[in-house]
Nanobody
Framework: QVQLVESGGGLVQAGGSLRLSCAAS????????MGWYRQAPGKLRELVAGIRTGGTVGITNYADSVKGRFTISRDIAKKTVYLQMNSLKPEDTAVYYC????????WGQGTQVTVSS
C-alpha cells in the first residue's frame, strides 16, 4: 500500500524559507511523476512543482508563480521528494500536498504553510 507522508510545514515570515519533505512507503522509481500541490482557502488545488521520478534524469516543472524561488528534488535512496521554498510570500500560504502517479494517483495528508507579512 502506497503512503505519502509530508513534513516540514510551519509558520514563517515573508522572505523566509522552508523545506517540505514527502516520504514514500515504496520505491519512488515505481512512479512516473511526483509533485507538490497547494490549496489556499477558497481556491482550487494547484500544481506548484513536479519531478519525474522514473529514470536517471529528474525533469522538473514549476508553476510560474514559484519559478526561481522553489526547487523540487528527489532522493531515490531515501524514497523522498523535497520542496525547497525560498523568498516566501504571504500568497504562498496554503496547505501543501504531495502527489505521486503511476497507474493511479496517491496523495499525502497535507502540511500547512503559513507566511506572515
Amino acid at each position: 500500500q502506497v503512503q505519502l507522508v509530508e513534513s516540514g510545514g510551519g509558520l514563517v515570515q515573508a522572505g523566509g524559507s522552508l523545506r517540505l519533505s514527502c516520504a514514500a512507503s515504496v520505491n519512488i522509481f515505481r512512479f512516473n511523476h511526483m509533485g507538490w500541490y497547494r490549496q489556499a482557502p477558497g481556491k482550487l488545488r494547484e500544481l506548484v512543482a513536479g519531478i519525474r521520478t522514473g529514470g536517471t534524469v529528474g525533469i522538473t516543472n514549476y508553476a510560474d508563480s514559484v519559478k526561481g524561488r522553489f526547487t523540487i528534488s528527489r532522493d531515490i535512496a531515501k524514497k523522498t521528494v523535497y520542496l525547497q521554498m525560498n523568498s516566501l510570500k504571504p500568497e504562498d500560504t496554503a496547505v501543501y500536498y504531495c502527489q505521486a502517479r503511476d497507474y493511479e494517483e496517491y496523495w499525502g495528508q497535507g502540511t500547512q504553510v503559513t507566511v506572515s507579512s
